[in-house]
């Protein structure tokens, strides 16, 4: 990269004009390739419009952009050229169905990609060549200038995410909202959403409505709870489609179902229903395998969720069984699998189902603290398996940052950034190697956690560190670099009102 005509981002956020332009070495992930033309910058013109082949990319683009700098920045179609295109044309085929091609010149700013999503990703990395006060709702005067150059850019691994516990804790629509406007930023294409579990249950099922009525009225601590209707799950997941993020809602079973248990007597195999559950422990519900109402009561549930759903999967949990006997949990897995498949989705499930037998598709999640697992690596050889990477001591959002910050568990240790980011996905697991890594997720449990300032608070700013070991090739990792590339993001955190935790192992601006 050449650096000699860029000033750094943080050098200027005190002044009126918009400071910049904003380095390439700045961009979080950082890229496959990105090098700058040394001299050149692009200015926007008062007069800046934006030409895209995906209408929904350039309107976001434009409506950012119009709040910050008090441009009008119309949105056209092509065959217009304008000083902002966003084309679904002319992407070398090497940056696949995620990846992007971005050039800046004096005249302006090309965003190629083969596909939407490419396009979604490539615009966020403009975004990030823009100062952060071209995020915020406040008019800043100009000029807005950007760095020139070439950015040639697709991610590592096909599958970045992260999860929102809505059970331990319930977070409203609009909560959920902003934490995929946060996710979203920073590449990541999934979304999972735990809906079920010992102290709650948040969706409705139509013909099993004391589940949310009944099974979400409460949560740990004995608040409230909550619990979205179907159209507004419905809302959540376009909501995360139109920034290219796919929703994957978790029912845990057959642990982790206190709730339902709770809601309906006849699930549970003495045919009397348990409290309701506030507590913290884990491990000590079931949901009734031998009986055929549990298989009736999950095919309403299944098939409803899948009809929701346009992701390719479904989450059924699988995780801490502790009340159920191994062979119950195989022949309940195996079972609950093809209900999976009957509704057209492919199941996810935390890494335990490798007891059992994954369907061809399958994924298991990998959450475990130590580094080789027989089960996992059996399913990668016998059933072609891919795992998808959340080991609890590297990538749990809800692990304490250090012993003195709360709130947070700490069963799996304490997970400062420079830990959250200091391993490899791709070379972790035993007989589990790059080409079995379907990609990582950082799931954020919600025992602790009762706030939208807590959720930032955890997620920020590790979630960044992992999104770009999901993102960036192996050939970039390097602490030091990456912890200059974060702390770029603090002033933009600043701005938007994002609460996160200021790590001492940065060098914040
Ligand atoms: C274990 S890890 C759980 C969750 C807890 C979490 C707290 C896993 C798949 N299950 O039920 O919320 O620890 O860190």
């Known amino acids: 990269l050449l650096l000699a005509t860029s000033v750094p981002l943080g050098s200027g956020t005190m002044a009126a004009a918009a400071p910049g332009p904003v380095p390439f070495s ?7 390739s990105a090098v700058q033309t040394s001299g050149v910058t692009y200015t926007l013109p008062s007069s800046v419009a934006i030409s895209t082949d995906v209408p929904g990319i350039g309107d976001q683009l434009a409506a950012t952009l119009r709040k910050s700098t008090g441009y009008a920045i119309p949105v056209h179609t092509p065959p217009a050229a304008d000083g902002i295109q966003l084309l679904l044309s002319g992407a070398p085929a090497s940056v696949g169905d995620q990846g992007y091609q971005l050039d800046v010149t004096a ?8 596909k939407a999503a490419g396009l979604y990703a490539g615009a966020q990395t403009l975004l990030q060549l823009f100062p952060p006060q071209a995020q915020g709702s406040t008019v800043t005067a100009g000029p807005w200038k950007l760095t020139g150059g070439k950015v040639v850019d697709q991610p590592r691994f096909g599958y970045r995410s992260a999860m929102l516990d809505v059970a331990r804790h319930f977070f409203t629509v609009a909560q959920v909202k902003r934490f995929i406007d946060e996710i979203a ?77 709770a809601s309906y007597a006849e699930l549970n195999c003495d045919g009397k229903a348990r409290p309701l559950y506030t507590g913290t422990d884990v491990g000590f519900s079931s949901l009734c395998t031998s009986k055929e109402i549990t298989y009736t009561f999950l095919d309403a549930v299944v098939g409803q969720l ?28 195996n079972r609950v699998q093809q209900i999976v498949l009957k509704h057209g989705k492919k199941p996810i499930g ?24 027989t089960a996992v690596a059996n399913a990668v050889k016998n ?4 795992v998808l990477m959340s080991p609890a001591n590297r990538a749990y959002l809800d692990m304490k940052y250090t012993s003195s910050t709360s709130p ?4 799996a240790g304490t997970i400062e950034v420079k830990k959250a980011y200091d391993w490899n996905p791709g070379a972790y697991l035993s007989g589990v190697g790059e080409s079995a890594v379907a990609g990582v997720e950082g799931p954020l449990w919600t025992e602790t956690i009762k706030t939208m300032g807590d959720i930032e608070v955890m997620t920020f700013p590790r979630l960044v560190g992992l999104a770009e070991l999901g993102w960036s090739p192996q050939s970039t990792h390097n602490w030091t670099a990456f912890s200059k590339r974060l702390a770029q993001q603090g002033p933009l955190w600043k701005l938007l009102g994002i609460k996160y935790y200021k790590s001492p192992q940065v060098t914040w601006p």
């Open 26 to 32: 700045s961009i979080v992930p950082a890229p496959a």
């Open 306 to 333: 899948a009809a929701l759903t346009p992701g390719p999967y479904l989450h059924i949990g699988g995780d801490e069984a502790k009340s159920t006997q191994p062979a119950d949990y195989k022949t309940f897995i």
């Open 185 to 261: 930023r920073y590449k990541l294409n999934y979304f999972h959403l735990h809906l079920a579990d010992d102290q709650g249950w948040r969706i409705m099922i139509n013909g099993w409505e004391r589940l949310a009525t009944y099974g979400g009225s409460t949560q740990v601590g004995g608040g409230a709870g909550g619990y979205y209707t179907q159209a507004e799950y419905a809302d959540i997941v376009a909501y995360a489609q139109s920034k290219y993020i796919t929703v994957v809602p978790e029912i845990d079973m057959p642990g982790h179902t206190n709730a339902a248990l």
């Open 408 to 411: 947070g568990n700490d069963w």
């Open 107 to 114: 005249d302006g700013v090309t965003v190629r990609a083969n």
């Open 350 to 373: 935390w890494h335990e189902i490798a007891n059992a037998t994954p369907v061809a598709g399958a994924v298991a999640q990998f959450w475990d603290t130590n580094t080789s697992n």
């Open 383 to 386: 059933n072609g398996t891919k």
